[in-house]
């Protein structure tokens, strides 16, 4: 089982930055790899990046440049800096971890989410 804290949304200016970071707890063999989605009100999850274990990253296209994802394995945390905020990045952000357990392999877990709005 693994337990996703995240913090670091808020209220921020057409143009600002904001700072979220999740770290996994729990009784886990090695998280494969960690991302950031976003939820806006009335429309699915999307995916905003993914880093793995190893340092691979993927951005969804066009936030590469404005959001940056980084990890500490040894601190099992995940961060997304991003800048140039738009209203448009308005959402829900969710941490998402992949996490390989001794019984049941590979299993995906969700933190509870942390609002980002950019607004004037």
């Known amino acids: 089982q693994v337990h996703l804290v995240e913090s670091g949304g808020g209220l921020v200016q057409p143009g600002g930055s904001l700072r979220l970071s999740c770290t996994a707890s729990?009784?886990?063999?090695?998280?494969?790899?960690m991302a950031w989605h976003r939820q806006e009100p009335g429309k699915g999850r999307e995916f905003v990046a993914r880093i793995t274990r190893e340092g691979r990253i993927n951005y969804e296209e066009g936030l590469e440049g404005r959001f940056t994802i980084s990890r500490d394995n040894g601190q099992n945390t995940v961060t997304l800096q991003m800048n140039s905020l738009k209203p448009e990045d308005t959402a829900v952000y969710y941490c998402n971890a992949n996490a390989y357990e001794w019984r049941t392999g590979s299993v995906d877990y969700w933190g509870q989410g942390t609002q980002v709005t950019v607004s004037s």
């Open positions: 729990g009784n886990f063999v090695t998280i494969n790899y």
